[in-house]
């Protein structure tokens, strides 16, 4: 059985409102039945004047007006109306109104109320004309029953139907308030899902553009390296060439081997920069081993083997002295194996600053190569030029030379304190085991 719809305590005004014009429609109605002397004819009626009838009228029309306040007052005082009217010889005004009380108390009231409001009029409908058979020995008293169906098992028979109508509605606009409140949540953690997979998208695109940048960067940085500086040696060589006067066969011959050396060097590491950016991927060489790849050594001949390590420092220095560079170079600490990215990173920088004091410079530099606790110091110093001769630069070294510095947590800096130009590269190393 579906369980009752509660009603408010104290219903709103405008419902106030209708159960007052209720109990004044029918006291009207009462009053105009009264006065056109339509009443009931039981047998019994007593002497006694129509204005007795009034009071057992008013109290089943005030029964009416209390339908939602007090359900159970109202019914008793609307039974205590009826059976005062039944005293009085009946009326049919009281009896009309009296089935509105019992049909508003299944409505309004309890589940407990109406299921005994139904047990007690099937039962009075069945015992009353059963009584007044034998009471009054005529077959004819079973019209009693008709009566009493009419007056009481016929109102609460309604008033149930709909009750339970009205509670199964209730029930289905609580299912359907559920369900859209159900729909609204799903809904949301759709869009919340929808919104986290826009995100994740955005996301993952940001990182591809950041990694394609990053090996951009990369890549620049490699070419800028394995090309300029050797092609900043040639320029340097073949413009002395030219302005070598009639042609002295010595000098002409220094700068074309020179040329020729950095022509030579310079493809070799093209050469091999390209085919690891063929390959699909590449082995890393571990850190403790300084030998190169098999596939490195196949690529390139050994006469053309780029060696981009610290224990090849001199190789660049030789280099730097036959293109008219002096150098004076200088080692502290002992020199130890270290890690391959620092190993690469330092020898890249002492080329760029050896190439850039032949380019900018006053035609000589130092270099100090520092072996400390945890780390290598790398540190260029080399007058500056005055004047706008030398080759233009960019300073596409610079920032390769910071951002190899930076990718290993070291410290960088390149400054130009008392006519000297000082390049310090400071890069963390790991001990080798």
């Not at 591809?208 to 940085?221: G, K, L, P, W």
Request: with cysteine; aromatic share 4%.
């Amino acid at each position: 059985m579906i369980g009752p719809v509660r009603a408010l305590p104290w219903p709103p005004p405008a419902t106030r409102g209708r159960d007052l014009a209720l109990a004044g429609v029918s006291l009207a109605g009462g009053l105009i039945m009264h006065g056109i002397g339509f009443r009931a004819d039981l047998g019994w009626r007593p002497a006694v004047p129509v204005g007795w009838f009034l009071v057992p009228l008013a109290a089943v029309c005030v029964a009416v007006a209390l339908r939602r306040v007090a359900t159970r007052t109202g019914l008793a005082l609307g039974t205590v109306a009826l059976l005062g009217d039944l005293v009085l010889g009946g009326s049919v005004a009281t009896s009309i109104i009296y089935t509105q009380v019992l049909y508003d108390s299944c409505v309004y009231g309890s589940v407990r109320l109406w299921r005994r409001l139904l047990g007690v009029t099937v039962g009075l409908t069945v015992a009353v004309p059963l009584a007044g058979v034998v009471l009054l020995r005529d077959w004819r008293a079973l019209g009693l029953g008709v009566l009493v169906a009419l007056v009481g098992l016929l109102p609460v028979l309604t008033g149930t139907s709909v009750r339970q109508y009205r509670d199964q509605a209730a029930v289905e606009r609580e299912r359907a308030t559920a369900e859209r409140e159900r729909a609204t949540a799903e809904q949301g953690r759709a869009i919340a899902e929808r919104q986290r997979a826009e995100q994740t998208a955005r996301l993952a695109e940001l990182d591809r553009r950041q990694a394609v940048n990053a090996e951009r960067s990369r890549m620049a940085r490699e070419l800028h390296d394995v090309v300029a500086n050797h092609l900043s040696a040639v320029a340097i060589h073949a413009t002395a060439v030219l302005s070598v006067p009639g042609l002295d066969r010595a000098r002409v011959d220094s700068a074309l081997r020179v040329i020729r050396e950095n022509s030579v060097q310079g493809l070799a590491e093209m050469r091999q920069m390209i085919g690891l950016l063929r390959e699909p991927a590449c082995e890393a060489v571990p850190p403790a081993d300084h030998a190169r790849a098999p596939a490195d050594e196949a690529r390139a001949p050994a006469e053309e083997a780029v060696r981009a390590r610290l224990s090849e420092v001199p190789v660049l220095v030789n280099r730097a002295r036959a293109a008219g560079l002096t150098v004076r170079e200088r080692v502290t600490g002992t020199a130890r194996r270290v890690p391959v990215a620092v190993d690469l990173a330092g020898y890249r920088i002492v080329q760029e600053s050896l190439t850039n004091a032949l380019k900018h410079g006053g035609g000589e530099a130092e270099l100090l190569v520092a072996y400390r606790m945890g780390s290598v110091v790398v540190t260029v110093t080399n007058p500056v030029r005055d004047g706008p001769d030398g080759l233009p630069g960019a300073g596409a070294g610079l920032i390769g030379m910071r951002e190899r510095t930076v990718l290993l947590a070291g410290r960088f800096s390149a400054a130009a304190e008392d006519g000297q130009w000082r390049v310090r590269a400071e890069l963390p190393t790991t001990e080798a085991t």
